[in-house]
């Protein structure tokens, strides 16, 4: 270290994760792991974070937000049958009945750090709109489908789909009400949703 930065305290300072947090909405993000700054972001949205590093932790995690909730009783509404495969050993009734369930089970295509928010499709809606959903939304990921911003989620999408894009996608963001209801394009009619992401590290 020279004589100048003995002085002037020279070096690079890491970042805090308060200083993250604490910049305003239109502020240049700061270089920050994808994943840190996802977690951010969905926390200022409302969303309740579970982090899981196998899939014991997933189904103990899973029966924690059960029993916080007293969803005991209450069918899951889900319309992925790979995923009501993979949880059908857990202590939960799947439904696909919207109308007969206070909860919404399901995957996602990927998870936007720019904004905390969740891209979804036709794959996981099929042809419903966010506010025909039930008000609770259980959401099942893995870190490999981070990504940066929502247009690295569709070109993803694009390159994995080919010819064959899947209509509806949208992203889940309101997780509580507030004045930053979003104005971008890809929220349009959304409403609210009391969100739990369950994350697996598969990296």
């Known amino acids: 270290m020279g004589?100048?930065?003995?002085?002037?305290g020279g070096g690079k300072k890491k970042v805090s994760k308060e200083t993250a947090?604490?910049?305003g909405q239109h502020m240049p993000d700061l270089n920050i792991p994808v994943d840190e700054k996802f977690t951010i972001h969905f926390s200022k949205n409302g969303g309740k974070f579970l982090y899981c590093d196998s899939n014991q932790e997933i189904s103990e995690a899973l029966q924690n937000?059960?029993?916080?909730?007293s969803w005991q009783e209450s069918p899951f509404f889900i319309m992925n049958p790979q995923l009501e495969k993979k949880f059908a050993k857990e202590?939960?009734?799947f439904?696909?009945?919207?109308?007969q369930s206070e909860v919404f089970f399901t995957t996602c295509e990927h998870l936007i750090a720019q904004n905390g928010s969740i891209l979804v499709c036709s794959n996981q809606l099929m042809e419903r709109k966010l506010h025909e959903l039930p008000s609770n939304v259980i959401v099942f990921a893995t870190t490999s489908q981070l990504v940066e911003t929502i247009g690295e989620g569709l070109k993803k999408i694009k390159k994995k789909y080919g010819h064959s894009i899947p209509a509806n996608i949208t992203t889940l963001k309101h997780f509580q009400a507030n004045e930053e209801n979003s104005d971008d394009f890809l929220t349009y009619g959304s409403s609210s949703k009391n969100l739990y992401l369950l994350l697996l590290e598969d990296l």
């Open 3 to 8: 004589l100048l930065d003995k002085i002037f």
């Open 95 to 99: 439904t696909n009945k919207h109308n």
């Open 91 to 93: 202590n939960v009734t």
């Open 65 to 69: 937000i059960i029993e916080e909730n």
């Open 21 to 23: 947090e604490t910049r």
